[in-house]
């Protein structure tokens, strides 16, 4: 089929990559013309794993193309995917100006009926203020167009497999034909007729279930999904506490709460709490929604409280070990708000290094992949590559995300290049057993 992309960022690209993978015509388009001109000359602007691999292979068979002007990526598509940014708000109200400004753009640049599906998370009832914007800007106020919800559920990171392999496709519809449209465009997804470059021949063969729904129960979907993981994180974290004033350990309590099927032993992972550009928004905007048709939310705003607490449990840790901050050397590990990706936005560690460099410390800080972004933000950190790097000198070390190549660090080696046998660990790596033996002071969440 022929398929439109508006939006070029995690979502878009990814969605864009893979329905053209998967065998579609796609044609994307972005408002940033420096990023469609990237894109055109083959560059990948973000770090997501296989996604350079298929974006090339999708070029080089000429199944994706990328173009500035919005309106010729809307013709050339016969149901157009909405992927724009809906960032929050003061108020924490998802902000919805940019999904208006392409409805404005779809009705006045379209020529043909369209089918236009709401891919960013937006709060229920988007959908249908979409059709009723999509109809006034039409000339004639009578609309062509077709307005569907298929919400993402994709993670940073291992976004591309997750887009081949979904536990559940969500399509939010109004008409049968729309349903029928967008199972025919995830046919090969459903039918696992694909060259997937993550798993190599040894893809999952379950069958992601198709779910059709309304429209706004499709959107509800999203935020419900994502604030529940939101609220399984923060309770995990009060838990993680607990523990810690009672003398138990955390890993213990939720590994075994996560063999009961009904809880699920995923997102129950305690520390310095989730960051990223979905939940912290996704949770707000939940509760902005549910205030908005008389409905506390309280549960919700008490995950967001918690999380928030999280930088300051860690940092009491921290001043806790070292006393005085102002003047030590501290080598901070991880930058990114997750493992395996290069995103930065609400990450957990940008807030500890801020609070650290206001207290009067050097900060030295190393990361995999989001070094190059950090620098433009806090430009008084020394970046350091190598971790040992980072280490060399430093009273304490803090493990702020839980990239796999700080889980495998060798402490024996590190060790005699610190000036102080200090972690302080906001993601529970390692055995605290283990670090002590090894002769360190180590600090970490919920654990004796
Ligand atoms: C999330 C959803 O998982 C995805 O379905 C949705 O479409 C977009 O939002 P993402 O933001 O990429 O994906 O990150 P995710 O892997 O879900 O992690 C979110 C945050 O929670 C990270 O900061 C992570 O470090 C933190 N986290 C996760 C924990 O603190 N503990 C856990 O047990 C799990």
Redesign the pocket.
Known sequence: MRLSVIGCG??GLVTGACFAAAGHEVTCTDIDAERIRRLQAGEVPIYEQHLEEILSSARKDGRISYSADAGEAIRAGDAIFICVGTPPKESGEADLSAIDQVARQIAEQARSPKLVIEKS?VPARTGLELRRALAAYSSGGKSAFRVASN?????????VG?FFHPDRIVVGVEEESAAADLREIYRPILEHKFHCPVHQGSCPTSQPAFLVTTINSAELI?HA??SF??L??SY??VISDLCERIGADVKEVTHAMGLDPRIGG??????????????PK?VQAFIHLAASVGVDFDLLKATERVNKQ?IDRFLEKVHKALWVVKGKHVAVLGLA???N?D?IR???ALEVVKRLLEEGAMVHATDPEAISRTKALLPKVTYHEDPYEALRGADAALIC??WDVFRHLDWKRAKPLMARSLVVDG?NLYSPKHMRELGFEYHSFGRA
């Open positions: 995690y979502v998370t919400p993402e559920f994709l993670r940073e990171g291992t976004a997750d999203k999904s994502n993981l939101a399984k994180i995990a974290n995923q997102f129950l992972s305690a520390g310095l709490g989730f960051g990223g550009f979905c939940f996704d999280r708000f997750k493992a990706t995103d609400f990450a957990p995300t839980e993601r």
